[in-house]
């Protein structure tokens, strides 16, 4: 029993404080606990989507209800741009993350339906103003602010990931409005049509919809 | 928020039992491992822990599956992290019933928290 307690004071148990206020390990119970703090998972799917285009006929189109939506960089040999972009919003406010949780990862997730024929990189901007699903189009899409990027490849039925635990801490908490992602190339304009495409949430199969899975401590 | 308590046999082989979930926000709860050798004076079939979150930080633990023979002894928590060194304490406080809350100062993250050496002292 002493070596068991020995033990434990070289495990740094409660046994040290309790050996000096003179109790013996007849009257001691100790354990020590192995324990994580589990993180709490929030998964949500897009509360809405859309992409807009840059087409001198699509300015004004909007396409909140199709899917796939798209990202595209493009121009017509007049070198008249004919890019797309892609919008995605999750409601946060459904997980009921308190403001103060402490977010560990916040993971957005689209699945790839048509890969570009050639790797390109997306920039996945926070969208900094509001806009509505079936409102936006090229001519009055939100402003946006930098925030990470992914790697298409060339494959396609995949899925791409982005981290975006930053832009989520900061919507849970409150310091930064929570107006979701735009999805561009970050090289627009190009000459050879450089077309990409992922299911929205509009899309039957819901595993294939965009997701953005949130683990933080409450 | 859906929380769960898991219990496996202690160092000395005994079952534990489930204990029940907690509604507390922000709590959560591990399970009886053998990170060290238990001394049983009191309690011999294991205690649970359920930890409580502010902030995302630990604010207390909840002891639970203490046997009826520790009431009226000293419970002492220390939370320690994945290298074993403290990182907060809380307690003493005298044992009442078969679960005992105790707040620990400092606050650690929840992702610091690695499990929690318990003293029962007497009585």
Avoid: H
Avoid at chain 1, 134 to 155: D, E, K
Avoid at chain 1, 161 to 188: H, I, K, P, Y
Avoid at chain 2, 22 to 39: D, F, R
Avoid at chain 2, 100 to 112: E, H, L, Y
């Amino acid at each position: 029993m002493l070596a068991i307690v020995a033990a434990s004071l070289l495990l740094g148990s409660g046994v040290g404080a309790a050996a000096s206020l003179g109790i013996t390990s007849t009257n001691l119970t100790t354990y020590t606990i192995v324990a994580a703090v589990p993180l709490s998972t929030c998964t949500l799917t897009p509360s809405a989507d859309s992409y807009v285009d840059q087409a001198t006929l699509q300015q004004n189109t909007n396409f909140g209800g199709v899917t796939p939506v798209q990202v595209e960089s493009s121009q017509t040999l007049a070198l008249v741009s004919t890019n797309k972009r892609s919008f995605v919003m999750f409601n946060l406010s459904s997980c009921s993350i308190p403001a103060a949780a402490a977010v560990q990862t916040a993971t957005l997730s689209v699945f790839l339906s048509q890969a570009p024929t050639q790797n390109r990189t997306w920039n996945i901007n926070r969208v900094t103003a509001a806009w509505t699903e079936n409102v936006i189009t090229w001519a009055n899409q939100p402003t946006s602010a930098s925030s990470t990027s992914v790697t298409t490849g060339t494959t396609s039925n995949v899925t791409l990931q982005a981290t975006v635990t930053s832009n989520v801490q900061s919507f849970v908490s409150g310091s930064l409005t929570n107006n979701g992602w735009r999805f561009a190339d970050s090289v627009e304009d190009s000459a050879t049509a450089r077309n990409g495409q992922f299911r929205s949430r509009e899309f039957g199969t819901v595993a294939q919809r965009p997701t953005l899975v949130v683990n933080y401590y409450p | 928020m859906r929380l769960f308590t898991l219990c496996l046999a202690v160092a000395v082989g005994l079952p534990c039992s489930l204990a029940a979930a907690s509604a507390l926000q922000g709590a959560s709860s591990g399970l009886v491992g053998n990170g060290s050798s238990p001394v049983t004076a009191c309690d011999t079939d294991g205690l649970t822990v359920t930890y409580t979150t502010s902030g995302g930080n630990v604010t207390s633990v909840a002891v639970g599956g203490i046997a009826v023979a520790c009431n009226g002894a000293s419970l002492r928590v220390t939370v320690i992290d994945s290298s074993r060194t403290s990182v907060a304490s809380g307690g003493p406080v005298t044992v009442s019933g078969t679960s005992q809350t105790v707040s620990v100062s400092p606050n650690p993250a929840g992702a610091t928290a690695a499990g929690v050496d318990v003293s029962i002292a007497g009585p």
